[in-house]
Every structure is written in C-alpha cells, then in structure tokens.
C-alpha cells in the first residue's frame, strides 16, 4: 500500500539486494580519521630517518659548492639523488597513507566491488531531487558536524599555542635546533590531539551513518509480504502447484493398474494393486493404492482391463496402511497374499514360484 509507515527491520534479501547495488553502511570521517592518524603516526616514527637523510643529502651537496655544476652530462645523476631521496623520505609516508585509506573502506564494506553505483542515472539529474537533497536531514546533519569540527578543532589550536606561547618567545634565545625541534614536537602533540578528535568524530558519525542505513532498509508490513511471497511463493500458487502434482501422481499411479496380477479389495473402503514379477522382485509390490473415491476407481479401472479383484477387508486395509506406493509387501504378509495370488493363478493357468 502506497505511503504505508515502514516500520519492520530489514531482511536478510533486502540487505542482500542493497549490497548488491552498492549500497552498504559506511562513513567516510572514519577513513579520515583512520588515515590522518596513520600518516602523522607514520611522519613521526620515520621522522628521525628522514631527518638524517636529508641532512645527509643536503651536506652532500653544500660539500661540493662551487666545485660542482649542473649540465646535460650530469643532469639524470642529479635528478635520480634527488628522486631517489624524496622516494626514500616520502616513500614510506605516502605507503602508509595509501594503505590506511584502503583498509577502513575494505573493512566497512567488507569487501564489496561494485560498478553499479557508478552506473548513470537520469534520476540525480533531476533538479527537484537535487535541491531536496540539499535540505535533507542527511545534509544537515552534515553541514552540522562541519561547523563543530572547524569549532572545536581552531578552539584546540587556539588553546594549544596560547598556552605554548610563552616558551615559544623564550626559543628566540635559544639555539636553532633546539627551537625547532620543540617546535616540531608541539606540532606532533597538537596533530595529534586533533586526530583524538577525529576518532571520536568518526565514532559518533559512524553511529548517525548506522541509524540513517537502517531507517532507509526499513520496510513496510506490505513489502516483507511481498517479498515472502517472492521467496518462498504465494501460498495459493503453491497449493495449485502441490494440487496439480498429485493428480499427475494419481495419473501415473491409475495407469499402472492394468499391469497389475490382482487388486484386493475392502469391498468400496479400500483397494490395493498387486503386481508380482517373479523375475524381478522378491515379493509383489504395490503398484496402486487409495480408499473410498479413489479405491472404486482402481477396481473400475482393474475390471475393465480384466485384472482379477478379490475381496478380503482385513488384507486390504493392513496393505493400505502398512506399505507405501511403489515397495514390496512385507514378509509377515507373504502367507496372506500368496494364498490370493495362488487363486489368482489358478483361475489364469499361472504357476506362483516358492
């Protein structure tokens, strides 16, 4: 029904089929923070490296001023140090960027590759959806959590350097090193109190992320119906289905009784084909059986294609009961049929083997 509340939790199809069209619970201000956290992590575990390396290219190079100068010859020697140093520096910081910026999405994902959303749409082209877009909770939200962001984040930097302040005027005595490296050390502090706020940014974005992925899976009573229906098939179909399948069984199963030896009977109660190929099988199989409709159809149908019938209620309704289509009858009623067979025979000119 049509703008009926939707207020069932998805099922496992639906959550299956939004997957399937690339449409899977994640947040990007968790690849953010995952990310900038490694990368400034990363600066400053290699930063001693990298320090060193540079250090040592540059007084590489100051060591030969004035002796040294760049031209067609020596270019490509040129150009592969200093390509071979900035790898060798930025390398490392640039791999861990690059890993850190695949892992959150692959994990939150899980995995997922899919070029249906990159599929176009003439629906996004749509102004209406375009504009409703800008207004909605979703955007809000997220023009919201920009403005806190940049809040808190220039409120941390503010704090940080007013309180840094008065050792950083006291570095103008000291020596250069020293200077910069307390300078150095309180950028890395600062950073990363910053990516502490990202993590829990990302935390309460990811939970935002997670309601509003739900409350668009949800789905109306309707819809779970229909979907069932889907699955596991509309139950008036179904019946037909099963409906039509017995009477092709009941087909079959009438056609075998003109090859059966004998039908016993109960007179109008039950009915039950026998058929013993003596090359074949152990002991007569029932071919055909059923009770009142059913039962007067398989002695009409016996009696016209001249199958003999015999009456015997107690045999009747034990094979009835106790032996399912298609089997052998069991041994205690070898005695009991073998004694209607051997009439059977007798009036056929048929010999019955032990």
Not at 325 to 330: K, Q, S
Request: charged share 25%.
């Amino acid at each position: 029904m049509a703008g009926e509340e939707k207020t069932e939790k998805a099922t496992p199809k639906k959550r299956d089929d939004a997957r399937k069209e690339g449409d899977v619970l994640q947040s990007k201000e968790i690849v953010i923070a995952v990310s900038v956290l490694g990368i400034f992590a990363a600066m400053r575990l290699f930063m001693g490296f990298v320090t060193e390396t540079v250090l040592a290219y540059s007084a590489s190079v100051f060591s030969k001023a004035g002796t040294f100068q760049v031209d067609q010859d020596n270019f490509l020697t040129v150009f592969v140090d200093v390509i071979t140093v900035a790898v060798m520096t930025i390398g490392p910081i640039c791999g861990v960027a690059l890993i850190l910026g695949i892992i959150p999405t692959v994990a939150q994902t899980k995995g997922l590759f899919t070029m249906k959303a990159l599929q176009p749409k003439f629906s996004r082209m749509n102004p209406l959806s375009g504009i409703k877009k800008l207004f909605s909770l979703q955007a809000v939200v997220g023009i919201l959590k920009g403005l806190i962001e940049v809040i808190v984040i220039s409120y941390v930097i503010y704090s940080e350097v007013a309180e840094r302040m008065p050792k950083f005027i006291g570095l103008m005595n000291a020596g250069i090193m020293q200077g910069s490296a307390y300078i150095l050390l309180s950028i890395f502090d600062l950073v990363m109190l910053i990516c502490i706020l990202l993590v829990f940014v990302a935390a309460a974005d990811y939970l935002f992320q997670w309601w509003q992925f739900e409350k668009k899976l949800k789905m109306s009573k309707q819809e779970v119906k229909e979907e069932y229906k889907q699955t596991e098939g509309d139950p008036q179909i179904k019946s037909k289905i099963k409906q039509r399948q017995r009477q092709m069984a009941m087909s079959r199963m009438m056609q075998e009784v003109p090859k059966a030896d004998v039908v016993i009977r109960n007179p109008t109660h039950y009915a039950v084909a026998l058929k013993y190929d003596q090359d074949a099988n152990r002991a007569p199989q029932v071919i055909a059986k059923g009770k009142d409709y059913i039962a007067l159809r398989i002695v009409k149908i016996a009696e016209e294609n001249d199958v003999y019938c015999i009456e015997d209620p107690p045999l009747a309704r034990t094979l009835y009961s106790t032996v399912e289509l298609g089997r052998e009858i069991p041994v205690e009623l070898y005695n009991a049929v073998a004694e209607v067979l051997t009439i059977v025979y007798k009036a056929k000119n048929k010999t019955l083997h032990a």
